[in-house]
């Protein structure tokens, strides 16, 4: 195999892969990149048994073949070299030489036989969707998954279309996001959880990319695995085996309580309060309801804060407490100016939701003591 192409242009490519190699395996040759050059494509690849990201470098094929070599090692060369053109070629022996500019290199490589192959998935059950819309869905439910492996469906986000229309939810335990997504054709039935570091890679890959509104991503489902493929780079991932929660119950019911708030001035009274919470405090913000105005209180051992925001206000008037970090974090990824939230009384879920129904955003309370 002999390869030539930019630096640039060959840091960008192995980076990207390199975000599917686990940073612990007993497998040894999972701590590789696979890199293919067959029929004027140079790929390379990336693949930890769970997770497989193959992307596209570009290129010229003086030679073709393929080589698997260490992604730390590779990776660290790549990016040291000067900018310009850099020349990789493998000999039948798995030797390695990277050349740039005046710096040569020679590594060992590895036998591609070795490496496992990508998981095959098939195109029964398939949408396509533009990759700033999918970036978006996910920057605004992605914080809702869980950290935690115990519950494998609340480490996930549910895909479901029904027709043109396209739900994704995430949800934690004491929050959830809810966002819906009008698709350009009717794509019938679709259903999966999707594993949340899968998700947050995409996000990652389609930010580093050149923006594009035009470029679309094509995502299918097969048993067990689902594919990503936008121009440049396909991803594909195991799914989370499981049904998912039924959330129609957690929607449903009426909301006594609705205001009209500022975003803005609402998230900055959160933030400020906010500041006196320790990592380890659990202490909640405390909103008192009024007629034209929410009062936000907070008492920490650090001190005290209260803040006056002015709303408009249909309903009763109660106390309410919150975990701060769960509001700000929908907050950030709403773009209204103005939000419409919906409450029952002190027990019951906060729920932010535009007029459209694009976003729902359900929060649970937490007991304030009084």
């Known amino acids: 195999m002999k390869i030539v192409c930019s630096q640039a242009e060959m840091l960008k490519s192995i980076t990207i892969a390199s975000r599917a190699i686990p940073t612990r395996t007993t497998l040894d040759i999972l701590e590789c990149l696979l890199i293919d050059a067959h029929d ?14 193959i992307t596209k ?16 090692i590779f990776t660290d060369i790549i990016r040291k070299l000067p900018e310009g053109d850099i020349c990789i070629e493998c000999d039948g022996a798995q ?10 290199f020679n590594i060992a490589g590895r036998e591609t036989r070795e490496y496992p192959a990508a998981p095959v998935v098939n195109e029964e059950k398939a949408f396509e969707i533009s990759n700033f819309d999918l970036k978006e869905i996910i920057r605004k439910t992605i914080f809702s998954i869980t950290d935690n492996d115990a519950n494998k469906l609340m480490a996930g986000e549910h895909f479901e279309i029904d027709g043109r229309k396209l739900t994704v939810t995430a949800l934690d335990g004491h929050r959830m996001a809810i966002v819906t997504q009008n698709l350009d054709n009717d794509y019938g039935k679709f259903d999966a959880v999707v594993i949340g570091k899968t998700l947050s890679e995409i996000a990652k890959i389609y930010s580093a990319e050149k923006e594009d509104e035009s470029e679309k991503t094509r995502i299918s489902l097969s048993d067990k695995q689902i594919k990503f493929v936008s121009s440049q780079t396909t991803i594909i991932s195991r799914t989370v085996e499981g049904k998912f929660f039924n959330i129609s119950n957690m929607l449903a019911g009426d ?3 609705v205001l009209k708030i500022n975003k803005k001035d609402f998230l900055d009274s959160i933030e400020r309060a906010s500041l006196l919470i320790r990592e380890t405090d659990r202490r909640p913000v405390v909103i008192g309801i009024g007629e ?3 009062e936000l209180k907070i008492t920490t051992t650090l001190g005290s804060m209260n803040e006056i925001v002015p709303v408009e206000m249909e309903g009763n008037e109660f106390l309410i407490g919150f975990n701060p970090k769960f509001i700000i974090e929908a907050l950030r990824v709403i773009d209204d100016e103005i939000i419409e939230v919906k409450l029952v009384n002190s027990k019951a879920p906060m729920k932010i939701e535009n007029d459209e129904g694009t976003y729902k955003y359900l929060i649970l309370p937490v007991n304030i003591g009084v």
């Not at 004027?40 to 990201?53: A, R």
């Not at 470098?57 to 730390?72: F, H, M, P, Q, R």
């Not at 030797?95 to 040569?104: D, T």
């Open 40 to 53: 004027g494509t140079i790929t390379i690849t990336g693949n930890d048994l769970q997770l497989c990201i």
């Open 57 to 72: 470098a570009l290129g010229d094929i003086v030679e073709e073949g393929n080589v698997c070599v260490n992604s730390k």
């Open 95 to 104: 030797n390695v030489r990277i050349e740039g500019m005046k710096a040569k």
């Open 255 to 257: 909301y006594d309580t």
């Open 292 to 294: 034209e105005s929410i």
